[in-house]
């Protein structure tokens, strides 16, 4: 349990940049001041999704489930199609699952 306090002084400058610092690696002041005196790494976190894009995110990942369902009814004999027929659809279903993947890594940044 941490009870003890230490308090450092600090200009202005110094404050906005150790606060900058602490946002970047999203953590609070207190935790980026103590681990940069022990000496420990400060890793800057990877950057957030736009909220607009966190929840497209989870409309594709519905989507995604979507056609993972139709996948399966297709795979078990519940949608009655020719052997050609059945082929073709599952064809597409993975091209469309592919697209929609790389649109949920997109929307995260990871393409970037």
């Known amino acids: 349990m941490r009870e003890q306090v230490i308090k450092v002084r600090v ?3 110094e404050r906005l940049a150790l606060e900058e610092r602490a946002r970047a690696a999203r953590l609070p002041l207190s935790l980026l001041v103590r681990n940069a005196a022990l000496g420990l790494e400060i ?5 957030t999704a736009p909220e607009i894009n966190i929840e497209k995110y989870g409309e594709l990942a519905r989507l995604a489930g979507n056609l ?4 399966h009814h297709l795979n078990a004999g519940h949608i009655v199609a020719t052997e050609r027929e059945k082929l073709d659809l599952l064809d ?3 091209m469309i699952l592919a697209n929609v ?3 949920r890594r997109d929307l995260l940044g ?3």
């Not at 993972?68 to 996948?71: I, K």
Request: charged share 15%; proline share 10%; no cysteine.
């Open 11 to 13: 200009s202005s400058e």
């Open 43 to 47: 890793v800057p976190a990877a950057p």
């Open 68 to 71: 993972n369902q139709v996948t």
């Open 92 to 94: 597409r279903l993975s």
């Open 101 to 103: 993947q790389n649109l």
């Open 110 to 112: 990871a393409g970037k």
